[in-house]
Each structure stands twice: as structure tokens, then as C-alpha cells.
């Protein structure tokens, strides 16, 4: 697992963040540069490296990110869909339809509503008229 591959790493402050693996210097530890959060809201992400013992993961494996051929995260309304299925792609996908408005997301029968908590037009609307 290298050449620049797309996965998550655990996190003790954001439970998972993105990561590309840079090397592996044995079997049970790898070093990845972690993206991490925007601390203010200019967009801009920094990058850190870190050493990750694969001993603290399922299977001494990295959850795999879902990307397609040019390097994109793959977004689904049905998380079935997902190449990889693991706790760290149901949150990303999640995060991904909310910042897009998207608040329903599927998971096979299942449907997961996200509260946007954003007032709609017809909310205000709706105020109004019952106050006037």
C-alpha cells in the first residue's frame, strides 16, 4: 500500500481524517500525509505527516477512501454503492451530501436525514404570516 493511496486514519480530536500513504517501512507501520481540517474558514488545508502502526487498525489495514480513476472522492445517495463500506466512507459520504444540500442519504431501505438547521423561505414565511 503505497504510491500515493487514498485512505483514512484514526484521529484522537476528528475520529477520521483523509490521508495518502507515502511509504511503508515494514509490515505493521506506514507514514502518510494527513489532511487536516480548516482551522478558520479560508479553505485552506494543512498537511502533516505521520507514522501509523497498523496494529491499531481492523485486519492491520487502513479503511481504503472511495475515489474514482482521476483521484475524486466518489459521493453516493445510496451508500451501498460505495466501493469500500467502513465507518470512516459513511461519515465522509455524509459529510459530502450535507455541505451539497443534499440532507437524505440511503443506505440500501434505510434513509438517514441529516438536519441541516438551516432556516428555509418557507420557514421565515411561515413566521411571518403567523405573526402578522
Known amino acids: 500500500m ?15 481524517l483523509p490521508a495518502k500513504v507515502l511509504s511503508s517501512e515494514d509490515a505493521t507501520t506506514v507514514t502518510v500525509e494527513v489532511t487536516m481540517p480548516c482551522k478558520h ?5 494543512s498537511k502533516e505527516e505521520r507514522k501509523i502502526d497498523l496494529k491499531d487498525y481492523d485486519d492491520g489495514t487502513l479503511p481504503m477512501q472511495n475515489v474514482d480513476e482521476s483521484g475524486n472522492i466518489i459521493v453516493v445517495p445510496d451508500m451501498c454503492d460505495l466501493p469500500s463500506l467502513h465507518e470512516a466512507a ?9 455541505e451539497s444540500s443534499s440532507p437524505y442519504t440511503r443506505v440500501g ?3 438517514i436525514a441529516m438536519n441541516p438547521f438551516e432556516v428555509s423561505s418557507f420557514a421565515v414565511l411561515w413566521m411571518m404570516v403567523s405573526i402578522a
Open 41 to 45: 474558514y479560508d479553505g485552506r488545508h
Open 109 to 111: 431501505d434505510i434513509v
Open 90 to 98: 459513511i461519515l465522509y459520504n455524509l459529510k459530502s451530501r450535507h
Open 2 to 16: 503505497s504510491g500515493q493511496t487514498g485512505v483514512y486514519v484514526k484521529d484522537e480530536q476528528y475520529g477520521w
